[in-house]
């Protein structure tokens, strides 16, 4: 069992930062990949970035590119996703994710090799 609890959500103006941050307990930590997803108002959840439990491999989708970065301090079993430039399209409510079978060097941007999620943080971007 993994238990994970996000952070750091809230409301923030177009252009600025905020850093999310999701706690883990229970399995070891750094032995699964982590991934942070969204979803927002009457769309389909969303993957947004993921890194592999070596950190070697990281991965973003397209429009957050350049403008968010995960990261992960496996000692503090925490990961992060570091969040600049916002803009109003990026309001959603985010969500943290364990991936148990990943290899050392694997990120998935794929839901459903996901095993266990987080309640959620709301971020709203105001224009």
């Known amino acids: 069992q993994v238990q994970l609890v996000e952070s750091g959500g809230g409301l923030v103006q177009a252009g600025g930062s905020l850093r999310l941050s999701c706690a883990a307990s229970g399995r070891t930590f750094s032995n699964y990949a982590m991934g942070w997803f969204r979803q927002a108002p009457g769309k389909e959840r969303e993957f947004v970035a993921a890194?592999?439990?070596?950190?070697?491999?990281?991965a973003y989708r397209d429009s957050v590119k350049g403008r968010f970065t995960i990261s992960r301090d496996n000692a503090k079993k925490t990961v992060y996703l570091q969040m600049n430039s916002l803009k109003p399209e990026d309001t959603a409510v985010y969500y943290c994710?364990?991936?148990?079978?990943?290899?050392?060097?694997?990120?998935?941007?794929?839901?459903?090799?996901?095993?266990?999620w987080g309640q959620g943080t709301q971020v709203t971007v105001s224009s």
């Open positions: 994710a364990a991936d148990l079978e990943a290899t050392w060097y694997y990120a998935s941007g794929l839901e459903y090799e996901y095993d266990y």
């Open positions: 890194i592999s439990w070596s950190t070697t491999t990281t």
